[in-house]
């Protein structure tokens, strides 16, 4: 079992930053892979990024060199930190913990209650 809590969310205009952390409990936070996930209104969840234990990155199209996943295992915490920020990146962020499979990452059913983004001048 893991807990994962989010934070950093909030209002930032068009071309703004932010950075979400995840940080994780309750298991051993460092032999699992760990993923973002946002959902905006209307619409489906949609895997944003992923880190594996070793920290190979993976990164959805959409956010390709304006987003970057990491982690920090010493203190159980993943991060995302997201550079021009555009409205379309308006959701609710969530992370999970989960596995690769071959360069696709898994979740495995771990998800925080998300963050709030909201991008908006």
């Known amino acids: 079992q893991v807990q994962l809590v989010e934070s950093g969310g909030g209002l930032v205009q068009p071309g703004g930053s932010l950075r979400l952390s995840c940080a994780a409990s309750g298991s051993i936070f460092s032999i699992y892979a760990m993923g973002w996930y946002r959902q905006a209104p209307g619409k489906q969840r949609e895997w944003v990024a992923a880190i594996s234990s070793g920290g190979y990155t993976n990164h959805a199209d959409s956010v390709k060199g304006r987003f970057t996943i990491s982690r920090d295992n010493a203190k159980n915490t993943v991060y995302l930190q997201m550079n021009s920020l555009k409205s379309e990146d308006t959701a609710v962020y969530y992370c999970?913990?989960?596995?690769?499979?071959?360069?696709?990452?898994?979740?495995?059913?771990?998800w925080g209650q998300g963050t709030q983004v909201t991008v908006s001048s």
């Open positions: 999970s913990a989960g596995r690769y499979s071959g360069s696709s990452y898994i979740p495995l059913g771990y």
